[in-house]
């Protein structure tokens, strides 16, 4: 058979498995792993660095209008992020406004990427107003191939869902398939607390984390649970933060609950302390759910060794601090930090801080692989296209140099926020090569590949239960 191309000699790692081996490309797709006779292919010498399985982020905001600002990132820079980071494809949120249908939503979103994403992309879609009336829509999105859809137990008057409206939504995914995506934080009981400590002329951003405790997650994590029992579907919760929610979904787990979650690396990486760093820099920290007390850290990495947390993602929403042309920034926030723009970047240090963990130890390669592509891939309709290496399959592949250092810094990255939360930091392993589907994008710091090759993914509805 000829092949188009052959990466040659790299330490292949999957989920399961680790071992040496070629890798034979053909239309875009893995042809062949094994011992391989290039013949006429182009051929990349890969001995001494990894290969693993392109980056699944299931967890974007790009081009995202929120609380008076929009995303720094749209398409076009937040998926050079992504493939400067490894991350060969996204499941970006589409968000329907009150009062318009969720076809238009996804009409919207499908504007804003198309021909403007690297990477290849899917979407959820946020729902924030589902009458009864509304609900056969959500089966009208599978058919468009988008199978599941945010909720969100916060942000009242903005995005909040109550009750009724999430046992709504999940009863009907048991008919659809779909699957329900939780933001999991009393939204009620935080703005009391927030109006509080405003009325007490606590303004700086440290009080966004100090008025959204841990229970506060805990508690609606415990209630999205027992609403998604009662409806007997699995649940997914994005963004989990707090050891004290992990705890509720480890329960709910060891009783044979389909519950899922993911978390992300600024919860594995940064703490409550960064939000007291001088001045207005604890802005960049500003997200929700916020940065917890140092030592919640450690209990989410168990919860990833033991398979708590089955996933990470990053929750990229970057704003920038200061407002850069038209873009609004976190500066909205000054005198309040209610009014502090939620977010911060990620899509670009997710594989290298995760492979930094790999190489100090605190979980294996396999995992690795695991929890950044395969079980993303499997959870959201994606695999076997995406998420694994073996023949048949997208070739996405990633190559790590596990020997070369890369310092993270805003003067390197590729999105376009004006800062990177984990700014100096220097992490063990480099993103060599990327790959998606077969083409060359990425090669060390230069970019490649074809501008705008990034394609839409159509998801079947989940096939367990
Ligand atoms: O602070 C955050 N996480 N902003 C993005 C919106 C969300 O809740 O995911
Ligand atoms: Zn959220
Ligand atoms: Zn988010």
Redo the contacts with the bound molecule.
Sequence with gaps: MAYDLVIKGANLVTAADSFVADIAISKGKIAAVGQIDAGGAKVIEARGLIAVPGGIDV???FDMPFMGATTADDFATGSAGAVFGGTTSVVD?AIQKRGESLREALDTWHKKAEGNSLVDYAFHMIIVDLPEKRVKEMDDMIKEGVSSF?LFMAYPGIFMSDDATIFRALSRTKENGGMICM?AENGGVIDVLVQKALAAGQIEPKYHALTRPMSAEAEATRRAIALAEMAGVPIYF??LSAGDAMDEVRRARERGAPVFAETCPQYLYLSYDDYERPGFEGAKFVMSPPLRPKGNEERLWKGLVRNDLQVVST?H?SFCMKASGKKIGKELGKDSFAKIPN?APGVETRLLLLWDAVSKGKITANRFVEITSTTPAKLFGLYPRKGHLSPGADADIVLINPKKKHTISVKTHHTAADYNPYEGKTVDGSISHVFIRGKHMVDGDKFVGSKSQGQFLRRPPRNFN
Excluded: Y
């Design positions: 967890h974007t905001h949120f945010k933001h994005v963004h929750d929403c977010g």
